[in-house]
């Protein structure tokens, strides 16, 4: 085909995969979506080999889907079958790190992980975290704006980019890596393309920060009354760790009960609490979180906001605090199929959703089986129901805890995104004067419609 022949010369023939040498994985996401073959994977090294693809793509008027580690939940990042994959994997160099400024410059194709060692290595930790950390890539986390584990900490991915380089899809570099905090110099332009899902342009290099590493952690495992008392002892462990409450996981009954069930694991206390939250604060020394710590869970046990606490003695113990919390890499396993829905709402509201969503699930599918758990403290709650328990009607589930995020005032994607999944359903969170400036910023950015086409929403 004349525009794949045209890239090959630009840019070398090795650089582009047809046919059966596309390998498999080219093909879909971790969201199970139907695989399609592209016309072409095209894998370059460099900026300018991304600007000479998305030209050559724009005059020949042919669609390019980017793709980072292909560990999207939302379909985002499955090809077209009339366009061109455009893997950035090849572009893998932590390129410089400034530990006293706590900068790192990277490609965008360098995995979390890399980053995460990088910055461990010169005693920084970055500021995301999340379960597919040796596959995802920084492209994609910036893409799909990941948050994951520390966001109560240090927010998501767009708190911690300081710059970024963008190939539109012209073709035209967007050369926007100042190391700075301060930079009020008009449009934020780079904040356009986090979260955008491949649809306004090819991000190709960062500036991310970094974060001074914890000394010491400690973790406790706390019984709750009930859901108020969530945020009431979030509000107090922020009090009394400013800016060091590095987890607050709220699990609902159902949910320690079924991880207990599948791990063979043992319950922390005797008695059964509607509630379990899993918090983790840091600091410089271990002994003296832990006392700091047991004074806070004491007064908070002693105004009745929470009902029963232990605190780990050790590392290991709090490791088996957290298996109970990451029962999720079972889900899989033990659900026919597991449906996830990630939603977010405001923090006070979580409880009463999770009663209306479950009260409603109750009456349409008095045999499903839901586990109710979430981050909380970033007003994430996920939701997931097996499959199998409400005869295969997860479009049902959908609409059902959909209009009830729209009737909340809440967002039908936490931290996913929108890709194909949840395009139906857009429309619960943006109001129709904000998916008309969405647009507006596409037509803009990508008159002829040749970035990810189709994912996100339809123009
Ligand atoms: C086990 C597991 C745990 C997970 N946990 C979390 C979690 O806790 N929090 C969370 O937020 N997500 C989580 N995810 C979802 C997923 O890992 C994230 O969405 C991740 O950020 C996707 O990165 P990726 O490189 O795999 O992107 P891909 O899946 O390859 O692509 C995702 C989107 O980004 C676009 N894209 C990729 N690279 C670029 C680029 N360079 N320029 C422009 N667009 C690009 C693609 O077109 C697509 O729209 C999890 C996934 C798995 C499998």
Not at 24 to 33: E, I, L, M, Q
Request: hydrophobic share 45%; net charge negative.
């Amino acid at each position: 085909m004349e525009v794949i022949d045209a890239i090959a010369r630009a840019i070398g023939p090795d650089r582009v995969q047809t046919g059966d040498a596309i390998p498999a994985r080219h093909r879909t996401d971790w969201s199970g979506a139907a695989p399609v073959q592209p016309l072409a994977l095209v894998r370059p090294r460099s900026t300018e080999e991304v600007s000479a693809v998305l030209r050559l793509c724009s005059a020949h008027r042919v669609p390019v889907v980017p793709q980072g580690g292909l560990t999207g939940l939302a379909g985002a990042a499955v090809p077209g079958a009339d366009a061109i994959a455009l893997s950035l994997d090849r572009m893998n160099a932590v390129e410089s790190l400034d530990a006293a400024a706590a900068t790192l410059t990277v490609q965008a194709g360098a995995t979390l992980e890399a980053v995460q060692q990088a910055a461990t290595a010169h005693g920084l930790q970055f500021g995301v975290d999340l379960g597919a950390r040796g596959s995802c890539q920084i492209g994609g986390n910036l893409a799909t704006n990941a948050g994951g584990n520390g966001v109560l900490q240090f927010g998501m991915m767009r708190e911690q980019t300081l710059g970024l380089e963008v190939v539109l899809a012209d073709g035209s570099v967007l050369p926007m890596l100042r190391p700075m905090i301060k930079n009020n110099t008009g449009y934020d332009l780079k904040q356009l393309f986090i979260g955008a899902e491949g649809t306004l342009g090819v991000i190709t290099r960062a500036v991310l920060r970094l974060h001074p590493a914890p000394r010491a952690r400690a973790a406790a495992w706390v019984a709750l009354p009930d859901f108020d008392a969530a945020p009431a002892l979030l509000g107090r462990l922020q009090a009394h760790f400013p800016g060091a409450v590095a987890a607050f996981e709220l699990m609902w009954r159902d949910f320690v009960e079924t991880s207990l069930r599948w791990q063979k694991l043992r319950e922390p206390f005797e008695a059964a609490h509607p509630f379990a939250a899993l918090v983790e604060v840091v600091g410089r020394d271990e002994a003296a979180l832990r006392d700091a710590l047991e004074d806070v869970l004491g007064n908070a046990m002693a105004d009745g906001v929470a009902a029963d606490a232990t605190i780990a003695q050790s590392q290991s113990q709090a490791q088996a605090f957290w298996k109970i919390r990451e029962a999720t890499a079972e889900l899989p396993v033990h659900m026919h199929p597991p449906i996830n829905l990630d939603v977010s709402l405001p923090m006070r509201e979580i409880g009463r959703f999770a009663q209306v969503c479950r009260a409603a699930f109750d009456a349409r599918w008095p045999a499903h089986h839901s586990l109710f758990f979430g981050h909380v403290g970033d007003s994430n709650l996920h939701i997931t129901t097996d499959g199998q328990s409400i005869g295969g009607e997860a479009d049902e589930l959908e609409r059902i805890v959909y209009a009830q995020v729209a009737a909340f005032g809440g967002s039908i994607s936490a931290e996913h995104g929108i890709g194909l999944h949840k395009k139906p359903y857009l429309g619960a969170s943006r109001s129709p004067a904000e998916l008309a400036a969405m647009r507006a910023i596409r037509q803009a950015l990508d008159p002829l419609r040749l970035l990810n086409p189709g994912k996100v929403f339809d123009l």
